[in-house]
């Protein structure tokens, strides 16, 4: 029995559906757009845990945010413009 992919249910916590951001790319029925958006919503996730590791709570290996961030280069190019807006953590 073949099970459907869950587009939605992944874009809350692409984290929990994949392994990592490199699987993103290989997942099949995903247009590039929405890999794009799972992956930013992954990054956004990743930087988010890389400030609270900063203020000393614990969380995800800090390589996942330049993995997730080599992911969308590989998508857009390197030329990803709705990445340049700046917080703390450095999107959106």
């Known amino acids: 029995?073949?099970?459907t992919f869950?587009?939605?249910?992944?874009?809350?916590?692409p984290a929990d559906m994949f392994d990592t951001p490199e699987d993103v790319l290989t997942q099949p029925g995903l247009t590039?757009?929405?890999k794009i958006d799972l992956?930013?919503?992954?990054?956004?996730?990743?930087?988010?845990?890389?400030?609270a590791?900063?203020?000393?709570?614990?969380g995800e290996k800090p390589l996942m945010v330049r993995r997730v961030a080599l992911?969308?280069?590989t998508?857009?190019?390197?030329s990803?413009?709705?990445?340049?807006?700046?917080t703390k953590q450095n999107t959106y």
């Open 1 to 3: 029995m073949s099970q």
């Open 6 to 13: 869950d587009y939605d249910k992944a874009l809350l916590d």
């Open 32 to 34: 590039t757009a929405q």
């Open 39 to 51: 992956l930013r919503r992954w990054e956004y996730d990743a930087n988010e845990v890389a400030v």
């Open 53 to 58: 590791e900063e203020e000393g709570m614990q």
């Open 71 to 73: 992911a969308l280069e």
């Open 75 to 78: 998508l857009t190019g390197g």
């Open 80 to 86: 990803d413009a709705d990445r340049l807006k700046t």
